[in-house]
């Protein structure tokens, strides 16, 4: 049983920064991907970053690359994600869960992770 606690949403101006968190307990956190979703209003959620077991892999989505990083402490059971030059399009609830991995990196949750936490806002103005 996985279960996680998002932290660190705020309301920032465009070009400004935040750092979210994501505790994890459960056992085997260190034996999994982990990665970052996202949902604005009225649309699915979606894929946002992930950091594989070890922490050496990391996958972005396109609209994030070069602008958030992922990592991970794994003595801590912490997930991170560093956003900088926010843009008001990355307004939405933001929520991690373990990813599974497959050829084209890990972008998908596991379909036997049901326990989502409540996410964290994030809301960008222009």
């Known amino acids: 049983q996985v279960q996680v606690v998002e932290s660190g949403g705020g309301s920032v101006q465009a070009g400004g920064s935040l750092r979210l968190s994501c505790a994890v307990s459960?056992?085997?956190?260190?034996?999994?991907?982990m990665g970052w979703l996202r949902q604005a209003p009225g649309k699915d959620r979606a894929f946002v970053a992930s950091v594989n077991w070890d922490g050496r892999g990391t996958y972005y989505a396109d609209s994030v690359k070069g602008r958030f990083t992922i990592f991970r402490d794994n003595a801590k059971n912490m997930v991170y994600l560093q956003m900088n030059s926010l843009r008001p399009e990355d307004t939405a609830v933001y929520y991690c869960a373990p990813m599974t991995c497959s050829r084209s990196g890990c972008v998908d949750p596991y379909s036997w992770f049901r326990s989502w936490g409540q996410g964290t806002q994030v809301t960008v103005s222009s």
């Open positions: 459960g056992r085997s956190f260190s034996s999994y991907a």
